[in-house]
């Protein structure tokens, strides 16, 4: 599928979603409009691994015939049906009824079905708790198909999700879609929706173009980013991993150059959030043993995967990326200061826990890895316990590259962000600082401010090279920044002001006198003529 047919799919989508909604609040029609696409995913690719499976035993259906291949093949041979669906778990890691199968559902919508609602919340449960090996328990949580937003009544409910149904599968069948491309219709609905979220959006999306930068930094060489992508990544890491969208950039950018990547974490507090990342890991073709998404609080960090306290046992990630809640309250108690990730730097203040989120994922990342965590520009020059944390990070030799951003490009904030580039071992002993909110580096919006193409590839190009451009870059050694008292305020270092011309005044005054002679010589010329014709002078 083309490009421009992935655009036609995405808005096709999304006109169905904003025509369908009616009063309900965009927020609430995401997760059941996300939800159906999803199972339509999981369904198709099931099929096509069935398909491929039985061969030519796979029953052949007339057009006109609605019923789902599978149900006549499940008929007709249930001897075969346990060995059958232990094969599918191997090839494609799980397995769905026919009767739970999109066509199906498809089929119940398109004839106006009393049964539909009771089938798709069997579907639901079904998908939860039998379809994988691993548990998927509360993956459909959020989706309340009992909800008087729906309607009234059973049956009112049943007739409106009868329609949306209907009309996301006839919107779907006029494409050939695979599963890349459903991932990335996924992909632009959460961005769609994240846009008529306002504030809420951050909670679960960041912007591509921001994504792409954190994404294209830590799959570069870690020690020298101008040797170009790394060859593989074992582990990455989003510790704020809102619908997954920033983990499966990583994933894209290190496979389009050629590499391979072992397993993807999350950890999400929102919990329909964390189960939106799962659908997007499985709807990007993900087998459920390629990642992990847990449910739980960063700060308190209550993933037992990460709270291991031996240090030879410590799990450690070759890439780390977040884009965590900024400036967000939090409990900074004095039991919090003898946590590991915080001790050996002190806490971050209750009003701010910006610093708490870099550190947490500072401390899981390893040696050989690269860490990009976007935040407010306060951390930069704020004083007390983070201009601490900050001292103490620089002198460590730990910021590698601190990267300003325009304003106004998040859904959920107009402020400037910045983006922190971290290592534990870096090659150069200065920090390289980049200035991208100057006019000519972004493109301005009504409502929102945007990064183009190129002024992505210059940031990334900027940083993979360490360039140094008037205006734009500059690399600082520790002393300069020491002599500033560790603040990292990037005006101080690459200002983006045009210097004023000088003026020569002397060289003026000669032009003027010589205009003014020019002038007089002018009038009294002009006066003899006037003379002449008998008229007055000027």
Request: glycine content about 6%; proline content about 3%; aromatic content about 10%.
């Amino acid at each position: 599928m083309t490009a421009i047919e992935q655009n036609q799919l995405g808005n096709t989508l999304w006109k169905i979603a904003d025509d369908l909604r009616g009063s309900m609040d965009a927020d609430d029609f995401k997760d059941y409009m996300l939800s159906f696409l999803f199972l339509r995913y999981l369904s198709d690719n099931y099929e096509t691994a069935a398909k491929s499976e039985l061969g030519k035993d796979y029953p052949v259906l007339d057009k006109e015939d609605k019923r789902t291949p599978l149900s006549l093949w499940y008929k007709a041979n249930p001897a075969d049906i346990d060995v059958f669906e232990k094969q599918m778990r191997r090839k494609i890691h799980y397995v769905v009824e026919p009767q739970y199968l999109w066509s199906n559902i498809a089929d119940l919508a398109r004839r106006q079905s009393k049964e539909l609602l009771d089938t798709l919340q069997k579907s639901f449960k079904y998908i939860e708790e039998q379809s994988f090996e691993s548990s998927f328990s509360g993956l459909f949580s959020e989706i309340n198909l009992s909800s008087d937003k729906l309607g009234k009544n059973y049956e009112e409910r049943n007739k409106l999700l009868c329609t949306i149904i209907q009309k996301i599968a006839e919107g779907i069948a006029k494409f050939s879609v695979d599963s890349d491309t459903l991932g990335d219709a996924y992909e632009y609905l959460i961005g769609k929706f994240a846009a008529g979220s306002g504030k809420k959006a951050g909670e679960f999306y960041t912007p591509q173009q921001i994504s792409s930068i954190l994404s294209e930094i830590v799959t570069l060489d870690s020690q020298d980013p101008s040797l170009g992508k790394k060859k593989k990544l074992d582990k990455v890491l989003d510790f704020a991993c809102g619908s997954g969208s920033l983990l499966l950039n990583v994933r894209k950018k290190i496979k389009d150059a050629g590499g391979n990547i072992g397993k993807l974490y999350g950890q999400e507090k929102n919990i329909t959030t964390y189960n939106l990342a799962r659908m997007n890991m499985l709807l990007h073709g993900m087998k459920d043993t390629e990642f992990e998404i847990h449910h739980g609080d960063t700060l308190e960090n209550d993933w037992e995967l990460l709270n291991e306290m031996n240090p030879a046992k410590k799990m450690e990630f070759d890439a780390v990326v977040a884009n965590p809640p900024f400036s967000y309250r939090w409990d900074a108690s004095e039991e919090m200061g003898k946590d590991f990730r915080f001790k050996n730097y002190g806490l971050a203040p209750k009003s701010a826990a910006d610093f708490a989120f870099l550190l947490h994922g500072f401390h899981f990342l390893s040696k050989e890895g690269t860490m990009a965590i976007i935040l407010p520009h306060g951390v930069l020059f704020r004083g007390g316990a983070e201009e601490r944390i900050r001292k103490k990070l620089l002198l460590d030799g730990n910021i590698d590259t601190v990267i300003g951003l325009p304003a106004n490009l998040f859904f959920s904030t107009g402020i400037p962000v910045c983006i922190l580039v971290l290592k534990k071992c870096k090659k150069f002993d200065d920090v390289l600082f980049i200035n991208a909110s100057a006019d000519g580096h972004f493109e301005k919006g009504k409502r929102q401010n945007r990064l183009r193409p190129e002024d992505i590839s210059e940031i990334v190009a900027t940083y993979q090279n360490r360039n140094t451009i008037d205006r734009y870059s500059r690399k600082v050694s520790m002393q300069e920044i020491e002599k500033n008292d560790f603040n990292l305020n990037i005006s101080r270092y690459v200002s983006t002001a045009i210097d004023e011309e000088i003026i020569d005044l002397k060289e003026v005054h000669d032009k003027l006198v010589d205009i003014e002679k020019k002038a007089a010589d002018a009038a009294q010329k002009h006066n003899e003529f006037l003379k002449e014709l008998g008229l007055p002078p000027l």
